[in-house]
């Protein structure tokens, strides 16, 4: 089907059970980026989504056997973002996503994945941290699927988010489908504020309200950036994005 006749998703749809289906129609179809990485090579990429209108990315990734593919993402866009990423891994393949997103006002945030562990001995490691102030909404659903046959694949997702006001709503779903044995699958989910104890030590300690917030913030969006070949470009967008939040 020509992309361009593809039908606009509805609320039917599990991926897009939470979008602003107004804003994406202004950009749809998005646009898919395809990534393969061949086999016994690593490659990395990180993206930033802070534009200034609605945003909707999917990228396509396919790791051969042995192949290794690191991906950062920070999606802070000013109404509508969407991050879409499909992952096939090969034997032995080993796949890194660390992603961030930051939103305030009304603005609706999503990143959604999709990771099938094709064959055996493959790695998948998923680390999401959302931070969501006003009345903005950020969304993670994330599905790993096990192949039959993957056996000894390791996969993980880490997916939590902070609000900074009961006004805000996040969205989380990290899903597992195993078709094989000896395999070690896990994840996690965590929504809440933050630690008003830890708050109260760092101002013990002289640091103002503000400062003291902020650094706790910084270090929980850090989680998703550590080890990246862009980390202080990605700590640096996001520490910008997170002051017009505070």
Not at 43 to 70: M, Q, Y
Not at 85 to 107: E, I, M, N, R, Y
Not at 236 to 245: F, P
Request: aromatic letters at 4%; one cysteine or more; a negative charge.
């Amino acid at each position: 089907m020509n992309a361009a006749a593809l039908p606009l998703p509805t609320r039917k749809d599990e991926g897009y059970r939470y979008a602003d289906l107004a804003a994406l129609e202004t950009v749809w179809p998005a646009a898919v980026q395809v990534v393969r990485v061949p086999a016994g090579e690593s490659a990395a990429l990180s993206l930033i989504a802070d534009g200034n209108g609605p945003e909707a990315r999917e990228i396509a990734v396919t790791l051969e056997d042995g192949a290794t593919f690191d991906l950062r993402l920070l999606n802070a866009g000013a109404a509508y973002g969407r991050i879409g990423v499909t992952v096939t891994l090969g034997k032995g393949a080993d796949f890194t996503l660390g992603a961030a997103q930051l939103g305030g006002g009304a603005q609706t945030l999503e990143v959604v994945t999709e990771v099938t562990h094709a064959h055996p001995d493959a790695q998948s490691r998923q680390i999401v941290r959302s931070v969501l102030g006003g009345h903005a909404t950020g969304t993670y659903l994330g599905r790993v699927a096990v192949a039959r046959g993957a056996i000894g694949t390791d996969a993980e997702q880490s997916v939590r988010a902070m609000l900074l006001d009961r006004t805000a709503t996040a969205n989380a779903r990290p899903e597992l489908e195993i078709f094989a044995d000896d395999v070690k699958c896990a994840h996690g989910c965590a929504v809440g504020e933050l630690d008003a104890q830890g708050l109260f030590y760092l101002q013990s300690r002289g640091l103002p309200p503000a400062d003291a917030k902020k650094l706790m913030l910084q270090a929980f969006i850090a989680e998703a950036f550590v080890g990246a070949a862009d980390e202080d470009a990605l700590t640096q967008a996001a520490l910008k994005a997170l002051e017009g939040l505070l």
